[in-house]
């Protein structure tokens, strides 16, 4: 159903010379738009497509919320709007991530009768497709009341999950993310054919591939990223996070450790399990995979053993894929440490790469209570140099929730999604798109 609700304003951002102190500390934006409507909105994700951009959201009220689809064209002028809710009920969908494939548009969601909660019974990871111009896909014989063909995933201990990321290869979709048995969390992989999502039937679930589904790891781990395979040999790979608290009568520290986990098999555990260990705690933000080089990049923060805390120091790792030097327990892979002096926020949102190779990372500033601080644009070189002297500051409020960060393939410039925050509560989505 369109929602003809949603209303764009271009507004100027001022530098921090301005006398309202409003925008960016530097660098005047090529475009900034803000979409709000009659309920809050929160954005989740986007993807640059040929005609433009296509941005993932969350509308919400206090009693339910539904996904919510922006498409808009190369400068940010919104072309249309979706609305898209997996049931009729009021639960709580949300939007986590979407991917091309195509010419669809696979979008991972969850389904909760929670809108924060994540460890309820009743949390649910969800699929589903639309075109490029966010239009629902729906199957002929689908006689479910949604727009779109919905299609929850399931695992045989029916704990609730919460897919992080997926990739789409070999058609089949592997998904990564966290299964929540009470207090304990766990890592889960799943992995599907791809034509189960056009069977023709009624049946709201996909039917895992594989019997054992992968799930690989109970231990307080979880899955933040899926990546292709470094080689024609790996199938895939997973970046995870792995945190051990232990309790006051045990003599070890609370540990934090960046956990990455290679797949030789779709349908096997990973045999390769190696992790980036450090001396420091180490609090995964966002990773990325060079697509030509296979080198991977860890972007977060370093954390304390006292009470496993966050700091304001922030770290790139670059993770080098070499298969001369591969072992039976590290499987060929070298890694580098690049430290960001403190000051620059407590927690990394989101990191890119532009078409030379440089890497962006964008951080914030966020406390015990989740509340979000001021936020940060880095810019380092592919080797892991920071190359920028002073990063971008974003200095309005309104601009502290930074969700994604991209780069656009047309120009190198930079995409930064937001999730805006005003004094009345309301919640809005902001796009930016700037050169740094």
Not at 333 to 358: C, M, P
Not at 378 to 397: H, T, W, Y
Not at 402 to 407: G, P
């Amino acid at each position: 159903m369109k929602n003809i609700l949603l209303y764009i304003l271009l507004f100027t951002i001022c530098l921090s010379s301005c006398s309202d102190d409003d925008g960016l500390s530097s660098e005047v934006p090529s475009f900034s738009k803000l979409y709000f409507g009659a309920e809050n909105i929160e954005a989740n994700d986007f993807i640059e497509k040929e005609d433009g951009y296509l941005i993932l959201a969350t509308i919400f009220n206090n009693s339910r919320s539904a996904f919510y689809l922006i498409d808009t064209n190369f400068e940010g002028y919104v072309q249309d709007t979706i609305r898209i809710k997996s049931d009729t009920l009021n639960t709580f969908d949300r939007g986590i991530a979407l991917k091309q494939y195509g010419n669809e548009v696979y979008i991972l969601g969850t389904n909760s009768n929670s809108l924060l909660s994540a460890g309820n019974t009743s949390f649910k990871s969800l699929v589903f497709k639309t075109d490029l111009n966010g239009n629902p896909i729906k199957n002929a014989s689908d006689i479910s009341e949604s727009t779109a063909t919905i299609k929850f995933l399931v695992n045989s201990e029916a704990y609730s999950m919460k897919m992080n990321d997926f990739i789409i290869k070999d058609n089949k979709i592997i998904f990564g993310g966290t299964v929540y048995n009470n207090n304990n969390t766990g890592e889960i992989v799943q992995v599907y054919n791809l034509e189960s999502f056009n069977e023709i039937n009624n049946l709201p679930t996909f039917e895992n591939e594989y019997p054992n589904e992968l799930k690989v790891d109970n231990t307080n781990t979880s899955v933040l990223r899926v990546f292709e395979g470094e080689n024609s040999s790996i199938k895939f790979t997973t970046i995870g996070q792995n945190t051990i608290s232990n309790d006051e009568n045990s003599p070890a520290d609370p540990s934090r450790n960046i956990v990455r986990k290679v797949y030789t098999q779709y349908n096997s555990p990973s045999p390769f399990t190696p992790r980036i260990y450090n001396p420091n705690q180490e609090n995964l933000g966002d990773a990325l995979k060079d697509p030509i080089t296979g080198t991977l990049y860890y972007a977060g923060s370093y954390g304390t053993s006292e009470n496993n805390s966050l700091t304001d120091n922030l770290f790139l790792i670059r993770d080098d894929f070499n298969p001369l030097i591969g072992s039976e327990n590290q499987l060929g892979f070298e890694k580098t440490n690049n430290n960001i002096d403190e000051g620059f926020g407590n927690y990394v949102v989101s990191i890119a790469q532009n078409s030379l190779g440089n890497i962006y990372i964008a951080s914030t500033t966020r406390d015990n209570n989740e509340n979000i601080g001021p936020s940060h644009l880095f810019k380092f070189s592919s080797s892991g140099d920071l190359l920028s002297e002073e990063p971008i500051d974003f200095v309005s409020s309104r601009f502290y929730n930074i969700k994604k960060i991209k780069v656009s393939r047309q120009d190198d410039k930079i995409l930064v999604l937001s999730s805006l925050e005003f004094e009345n509560n309301a919640r809005a989505v902001g796009l930016i798109k700037l050169n740094f």
